[in-house]
Each structure stands twice: as structure tokens, then as C-alpha cells.
Nanobody, 124 residues
Framework: QVQVVESGGGSVQAGDSLRLSCTVS????????AAWFRRVPGKDREWLAT???????DYGEPVKGRATVSRDNAKATVYLRLVDVKPEDSAVYYC??????????????????WGQGTQVTVSS
């Protein structure tokens, strides 16, 4: 059984940086593509970033230029680093994994395994 667990959320100040982690267990991470999404209550889920099994990446407009997604297959972990955070970055951040996905997908329907989310709160 595949499990996805996010960590690294919390309260930060505007202008700070944060790094979220996503650990995947139950299957070799090397065969996964992974993506980060976020949701604010009352709003649609936003796609933020995707990293392919071969390390290729893609970023959504809300974080483009401020985010870096990376992976450590030996640790079965994917990271999202976000710099210069803003109050509008406050949300629950979710990691999702897609086994054997070819390419970089922004569509949540392509991701089979999801974590429970980690809350990020940015104060001004």
C-alpha cells in the first residue's frame, strides 16, 4: 500500500522561506511523478508544481519564480521550497504521487495517491 505524508508546514512570516517535504512509502519513488497542490477554504484547488520521474519540473503561476521542486529518490522524498512567501500563500498544501506517469501533469486526476495535507500560515 502506498502512503504519502507531507511535513514542514507551520506558521511563517511574510518574506520568509519554507520547505515542505513529501515522503512516499510502499513503492520505489523513482517510478513516480509527484506534484504539489494547495487549497484555501472556499476556493478551488491550485496546482503548484510537478516533478517527473526523471527530474523534469514544471511550475504553476501562483508560485512560478518563487518555488523549487526537487526529489531525493534514495530518501523517497519530494520537496517544495518556496521563497518570499506571502499571506496569500496560506493554505493546506498537498502532495500527490502518480506511478509510472510519463511527462509532467498538472491535472489532479492523474495522481493516484495523496497525502493528508500540511497547513501553511503566512502572517504579514
Amino acid at each position: 500500500q502506498v502512503q504519502v505524508v507531507e511535513s514542514g508546514g507551520g506558521s511563517v512570516q511574510a518574506g520568509d522561506s519554507l520547505r515542505l517535504s513529501c515522503t512516499v512509502s510502499g513503492r520505489t519513488l523513482g517510478t513516480f511523478a509527484a506534484a504539489w497542490f494547495r487549497r484555501v477554504p472556499g476556493k478551488d484547488r491550485e496546482w503548484l508544481a510537478t516533478i517527473g520521474w526523471n527530474g523534469g519540473d514544471d511550475y504553476g503561476e501562483p508560485v512560478k519564480g518563487r518555488a523549487t521542486v526537487s526529489r531525493d529518490n534514495a530518501k523517497a522524498t519530494v520537496y517544495l521550497r518556496l521563497v518570499d512567501v506571502k499571506p496569500e500563500d496560506s493554505a493546506v498544501y498537498y502532495c500527490a504521487a502518480a506511478p509510472d506517469l510519463v511527462g509532467l501533469s498538472r491535472d489532479p486526476i492523474n495522481y493516484d495517491y495523496w497525502g493528508q495535507g500540511t497547513q501553511v500560515t503566512v502572517s504579514s
